[in-house]
């Protein structure tokens, strides 16, 4: 079974400041792993995906197969950056479904 | 531009009714997700289809069903709703194969009272 954690629940930053949100996941083999962003009144939209490798809006996130996580990384939060955040998977054995982690809400205060 | 839409915003049911969520996708994509969002909880996955007529069960199946008559049409189906499917329901879809990525409509709050 492929099973997704994401330890808080909220998160709150000042402005400027480094934000990290942890993901660690349960899967036997080669997963792919996903960021996903929901900014208030608009729909969940890919953030990054790990087999990308690159830096989306100032995050990253690294896959780390000996401690099974993907933590998302920005060094200086802003204030747009505040949302739900969610860590999917997607398992080659699963059909290609994606599986969720609970989400983290970031909020950034000024 | 991918269009993922749903065919309403916000729904209010009775306790009992049968309560249809519909999903259109304008880019001929062969697989389509219907989760459910709830807080704490993530999206749970409630069906899926790889292709017309095709349908499988995700992870929370029970009281509901599914219907792909059309490639760009994939409804959700509550038999008889209960007041435990108060929830965001979120449809998506994507191309099939590894690489590509899976795009999601606004969503459905449905209260079922």
Redesign the interface.
């Known amino acids: 079974a492929q099973r ?1 954690t ?1 330890p808080e ?1 909220l998160l709150s930053v000042f402005k400027g400041a480094p934000v990290e949100l942890k993901c660690n996941y349960s899967y036997s083999g080669s997963p ?1 792993l996903f960021w996903y962003v929901q900014y208030s009144r608009q ?4 953030l990054l995906r790990h087999i990308s490798r690159e830096s989306i809006k100032g995050f990253t996130a690294d896959l780390n197969k000996g401690e099974t996580s993907f933590h998302l990384k920005k060094p200086f939060a802003q204030e747009e950056d505040s949302a739900m955040y ?1 860590c ?1 998977l ?1 398992g ?1 054995a699963a ?9 983290t809400r970031v909020l950034v205060k000024p | 531009d991918v269009k993922v839409t749903q065919s309403s915003r916000y729904l209010v049911k009775r306790t009992g009714e049968k309560v249809f969520l519909e999903c259109v996708q304008d880019m001929d994509h062969e697989n389509m997700f219907w989760y459910r969002q709830d807080p704490g909880l993530g999206l749970r996955l409630i069906y899926f289809s790889y292709d017309v007529k095709m349908k499988e069960k995700g992870d929370i199946p029970e009281g509901y069903s599914v219907s792909r008559e059309k490639k760009e049409r994939f409804s959700l189906i509550l038999e008889s709703a209960s007041t435990n499917q108060t929830s965001m329901y979120l449809c998506a879809s994507r191309l099939s194969g590894e690489l590509y990525e899976q795009f999601f409509g606004p969503g459905t709050r449905l209260t079922v009272l």
Do not use: C, I
């Open positions: 997704v994401q629940k792919e729909r969940l939209q890919l969610y999917a997607r080659k059909g290609n479904k994606l599986t969720f982690g609970g989400g």
